[in-house]
Structure formats: structure tokens, C-alpha cells
């Protein structure tokens, strides 16, 4: 794994134009989400105040991708995160976040396989069992209705014969990179 890099620092002006510090020039709200994909961690600060705007800029990104047909979260998860905001679940829910989107980056081939027996270490946390299912229900919006054991991976089976089982992790490692592009897109 490569170190880590230092956040790519991004000024916002008063005329709210985004000003990129390493490379001196102008950027807009598509060139961040590109750098975020790319796995570069970005700073929005404001140039007068200094307020951190990271968060505020990150959730506009979403918004727009989500405005413009590219549905990443479903209805009812984004429900249950307004709903979290006027909930003793508030306190509980970005841990339960963050921990569910690093597990799934670090262990997208075991999800894939079931979890394979993997020890869920937040299974003590107090509402997990909600917020399993809530994150259930993302899994299945996020993998597109693909399960293992599917239709598709029969018929790499079936159409491959003895390639079968080389083709099938192919097409099992297309779906990763590809379910790996949509979150990179949530950075």
C-alpha cells in the first residue's frame, strides 16, 4: 500500500470560486469529485474564516450525482439518515457509517463470498441489528440485485465448461471494480 498523502488543500474564495494550491489554478465541484476518486483525501477551507467546508462541499457532490440520475443511495437510507438526525441514533450512526464503508473496502472479496465467517467486530454495538438491516438493504441497491449463486454466475458455469470457474472470478472481479468505482464516488 502507498503512504499516505497530505489532503490536496483547496481554498474557496469569497466569490466561491475553488482555488487547487498544488497546481495553482481554478477547479470545480466535478474536478475534487475526480481527485476523490482517484483516492487523493481533499481540504475545502474558506479563504477569509478558515471554516473546514469539506463536509458541506462532499454532500453537494453527492447531491449533484444523485440529482442527475446516478442513484448510489435508496429512498429509505436516505430517509433513515434524516431520520437519525432527530434520534438517539445520531450519536451512533456515522461510527456505524464509517466502520461499514471501511469493512466493505478492506473485505470486498469475502463479502462476496458471504462473509466467509468473517467476526463482525461491531456486532456488540447497542442498535446494531437495525442498522445491520438498514445496511443490508444498501448492499443489495449497491450490488444491483446480484447475489452469489445467481443466474449470472451459472451461466459463466455453464457457458465456459472447464474455463468456467476462471471466467466466473473475471466476471466476479468486473463487478468489484466496478461496485469499487461507485464507491469511490461516495469518497
Known amino acids: 500500500m502507498a503512504a499516505k498523502q497530505d489532503p490536496l488543500l483547496i481554498k474557496r474564495y469569497a466569490s466561491r470560486r475553488l482555488y487547487n494550491t498544488e497546481t495553482s489554478d481554478y477547479v ?3 474536478d475534487i469529485a475526480g481527485f476523490i476518486r482517484e483516492g487523493r483525501e481533499v481540504q475545502i477551507i474558506d479563504l477569509k ?10 454532500l453537494q457532490i453527492i447531491a449533484e450525482h444523485e440529482s442527475r440520475g446516478e ?18 441514533a445520531q450519536s451512533v450512526v456515522p461510527q456505524f457509517l464509517a466502520a461499514s464503508f471501511d469493512m466493505l473496502r478492506q473485505g470486498q472479496s469475502k463479502m462476496m463470498e458471504g462473509f466467509g465467517g468473517m467476526p463482525n467486530p461491531m456486532a456488540q454495538m447497542p442498535g446494531f441489528d437495525a442498522m445491520q438491516a438498514q445496511q443490508e438493504a444498501f448492499m443489495k441497491a449497491m450490488m444491483g440485485g ?3 449463486g445467481s443466474a449470472q454466475e451459472g451461466e459463466a ?8 470457474k476462471s471466467e466466473e472470478l473475471d466476471a466476479i472481479k468486473k463487478q468489484l471494480a466496478e461496485l469499487q468505482s461507485k464507491l469511490s464516488g461516495l469518497g
Open 71 to 88: 442513484n448510489v443511495l435508496p429512498v429509505d437510507v436516505l430517509t433513515d439518515l434524516v431520520r437519525s438526525y432527530s434520534t438517539q
Open 49 to 58: 474564516s478558515g471554516d473546514d467546508l469539506t463536509r458541506q462541499y462532499l
Open 146 to 148: 446480484w447475489t452469489p
Open 28 to 30: 470545480t465541484l466535478d
Open 157 to 164: 458455469e455453464d457457458s465456459a465448461g472447464a474455463g468456467g
